[in-house]
T-cell receptor
Framework: NAGVMQNPRHLVRRRGQEARLRCSPMKGHSHVYWYRQLPEEGLKFMVYLQKENIIDESGMPKERFSAEFPKEGPSILRIQQVVRGDSAAYFC?????????????FGSGTQLSVL | DAKTTQPPSMDCAEGRAANLPCNHS???????VYWYRQIHSQGPQYIIH???NNETNEMASLIITEDRKSSTLILPHATLRDTAVYYCIVRVVGKIIFGKGTRLHILP
């Protein structure tokens, strides 16, 4: 049973380009969470999605960032017109459901570097 | 905001038990206590969670006080590979909010 898969592991973009980060949850999981970790800082919640729905986007920057989790395929975190401050590790997690006795499983992350 | 308080760092000798404390004085009756760790820049790794009873698994033990206002994570025989940042989290329905955690150094 494969774990949470994120790709790419490393992504390099120039300022102004778009970044697309992909997350395939564990088999059977329908809840996905995205987190960002800036260098030498903690993990910050960004967005929580269920299939085809955004449940909580309270941690998403208001501009340039969007997330989706379609009925088929991986969850996508999209960053438009990237800036140097977007350089960070982006982690995705999944869970079977969103109940508070259900643990989250994390992927290995995507390291985004903006030149 | 995180609902937990942890010491920023701790040291533990290799082979000894590591006891990591956590305060969560505002925890509600149906909120679980979770522990995760992050080794270097890897994805967070689940360790253990509990509601009110003490829990044990192959990695660690979790001791929750009777009033549920604090807990302790115990790594019974710490090794160098246990060097990591350990996060104590009070889980509400939905997302997990990470605090600053405790940076555990295992000393050879």
């Amino acid at each position: 049973n494969a774990g949470v898969m994120q790709n790419p592991r490393h992504l390099v973009r120039r300022r102004g380009q778009e970044a697309r980060l992909r997350c395939s949850p564990m088999k059977g999981h329908s809840h996905v969470y995205w987190y960002r970790q800036l260098p030498e800082e903690g993990l910050k919640f960004m967005v929580y999605l269920q299939k085809e729905n955004i449940i909580d986007e309270s941690g998403m920057p208001k501009e340039r960032f969007s997330a989706e989790f379609p009925k088929e395929g991986p969850s996508i975190l999209r960053i438009q017109q990237v800036v140097r401050g977007d350089s960070a590790a982006y982690f995705c997690a999944s869970s079977l459901d969103g109940q508070n006795n259900e643990k989250l499983f994390f992927g290995s992350g995507t390291q985004l570097s903006v030149l | 905001d995180a609902k937990t308080t942890q010491p920023p760092s701790m040291d533990c000798a290799e082979g000894r038990a590591a006891n990591l404390p956590c305060n969560h004085s505002t925890i509600s009756g149906n909120e679980y206590v979770y522990w995760y760790r992050q080794i270097h820049s890897q994805g967070p790794q689940y360790i253990i969670h509990g509601l009110k009873n003490n829990e044990t698994n192959e990695m660690a033990s979790l001791i929750i006080t009777e009033d549920r206002k604090s807990s302790t994570l115990i790594l019974p025989h710490a090794t160098l590979r246990d060097t990591a940042v350990y996060y104590c989290i009070v889980r509400v329905v939905g997302k997990i909010i990470f605090g600053k955690g405790t940076r555990l150094h295992i000393l050879p």
